[in-house]
């Protein structure tokens, strides 16, 4: 028996109960990472969402068959391995290596199927083939392009109006397409780069074909859900649903959902302005179970705004939560007491995550709930400290916010303190300046109690105001 969930569908741009197409059974894709280098925080932000799609489906009894691929053809990985003297396909071998170690750092579960490009040649062409079949596109000197004019919904998803489209104002259009919008299906292969034969000569795939043929062949025509980056509305996905609907003449997804960017201050996480976070390196400091909670912390459609204090507060939690497992180990039924918070925060979080995967709202009960059974842990009944444990087992599946090793985790966060502890500061000089900025607020000097906090972020130092009063500080590497 599944239970009933919401989701935001961008198709409808509506709220929408979510229905399947056999009942009990999902059929979800979600865009994966392209293997031309390690990945960045942002990127960490779409896989997790993904992620946490599989485990409240799975938790809401549904039987998911989840694809997430790899993109392993494409011109960023070309240019990267021309860049190390690499073959390109090798090149994309290693970062896919990469890829799945970063992955597993986050807590994620295994998809059913992680295709890749290179892997799927074989239905990329039928696909092409059957979209020229429905003359929906057309050659060109070797290179196939679709015909965005030809397909009468084009621009369902992202509201985008053909018409008011502009095209050749930043780059050339290219005067062997039909229409300005056409975009590439095959492309003619060049000196150096991967390709394959097919009915158009030796090429490789475009980007956008490249889903719509691993979707396919794993989930069949329609899909129930597709998620990615907001970024991906247009035109990818654009793309994905004229190329599928073309192809297989009928509808190519249900239900599409977008998580919205990572920001730093006003700007969004990017390699092109040089504001990126390796997973891999905030792993290494902080560890993954950390940068699942500060991802989670926020619901999937909303903006991550980026800063020390997120960080700080999520460190905070991780530290909380896991402490809180290791203590419920050596918990006894010494009473007869139960409370609403905890007989009923499993149900309550079901509801938060029925409303359109609101793992935000989930945490905020979950840490109602710790608070009132740690109030309460001396005279907790049997039937209590039950619950207690299934709650616990219930946020390890559905959010993945605890760790199945406890103790790993909490020793890498003391490593983390020992190394702040044992660095080169001089605790004097800023409990000194805490006090000065302390003085500053009571005196409404706002200007004097801000350059305080600048000059200790140029140091790496991070004031955090608690609500008691109190300020308490840490170190950022």
């Known amino acids: 028996m599944t239970r009933e969930l919401k989701v935001h569908n961008n198709l409808t741009r509506k709220k929408e109960v979510f229905q399947t197409i056999e009942p009990g ?13 390690f990945l ?13 799609f599989n485990r409240v489906l799975k938790a809401f009894g549904y039987d998911v068959n989840f694809v997430r691929n790899y993109t392993d053809v494409d011109d960023k990985i070309i240019e990267r391995a021309k860049q190390e003297g690499r073959d390109a396909l090798e090149h994309a071998a290693i970062f896919v290596k990469e890829c799945e170690t970063d992955m597993n750092s986050l807590g994620m579960l295994p998809a ?27 050659q060109a000197d070797g290179e196939v392009f679709f015909h965005v004019p030809a397909f009468h919904d084009y621009g369902k998803l992202s509201k985008k109006d053909l018409d008011s489209l502009q095209h050749g104002i930043r780059v050339e259009v290219d005067s062997r397409k039909k229409h300005p919008s056409d975009f590439v299906l095959w492309k003619p292969a060049k000196p150096g780069e991967p390709s394959w034969d097919s009915p158009w000569g030796k090429g490789r795939p475009g980007w956008h074909i490249e889903c719509s043929a691993m979707a396919k062949k794993f989930l069949g025509k329609t899909l129930d859900l597709h998620h990615g980056g907001v970024d991906l509305m247009f035109p990818h996905h654009e793309n994905e649903i004229a190329q599928s609907e073309a ?36 792993v290494e400091k902080y560890g993954g179970q950390v940068l699942r909670h500060v991802l989670l912390s926020v619901h999937y ?17 991780v530290k909380r939560i896991h ?15 139960s409370s609403p918070e905890i007989s009923e925060c499993i149900e309550k979080m079901m509801d938060e995550l029925s409303n359109d995967f609101n793992s935000a709202g989930a945490m905020g009960h979950f840490f109602t709930f710790l608070r009132n059974v740690k109030a309460n842990k001396d005279k907790l009944s049997q039937e209590s400290l039950d619950q207690v444990k299934k709650t616990l087992s219930f946020v390890e599946s559905s959010l993945g916010l605890i760790n199945k090793n406890p103790e790993q985790v909490l020793s890498q966060l003391r490593k983390n303190e020992q190394d702040i502890s ?20 009571a005196s409404k000097n706002w200007a004097r109690a801000d350059e305080i906090r600048q000059e200790m972020s140029k140091k790496n130092i991070v004031l955090k105001d608690n609500p008691d009063g109190t300020t308490s500080w840490m170190v950022q590497g």
């Not at 003449?249 to 504001?275: D, I, R, T, V």
């Open 323 to 337: 402490e809180f497992v290791m203590e419920v180990r050596e918990y006894k039924a010494s009473g007869n007491y």
């Open 25 to 37: 059974k999902v059929k979800f894709y979600s865009c994966g990472p392209t293997t031309y280098d």
């Open 301 to 317: 459609r909303a903006r991550l705004e980026w800063s020390d204090e997120v960080i700080q507060r999520a460190l905070d939690e």
């Open 40 to 52: 960045h925080i942002g990127n960490a932000r779409a896989l997790v969402v993904g992620d946490l």
């Open 247 to 282: 192809a297989n003449n009928c509808p190519f997804c249900n239900s599409w959902a977008h998580n919205e960017f990572l920001n730093f201050g006003s700007e969004k996480m990017s390699k092109s302005l040089g504001n990126v976070i390796k997973i891999r390196d905030f």
């Open 112 to 138: 059913n199927h992680t295709p890749k490009v290179s892997e799927t040649m074989p239905e990329i062409i039928q696909m092409i083939q059957d979209i020229i079949k429905n003359e929906k596109a057309y």
């Open 422 to 441: 044992s660095s080169d500061i001089d605790a004097a000089w800023i409990e000194g300046l805490i006090e000065e900025r302390k003085v500053a607020k």
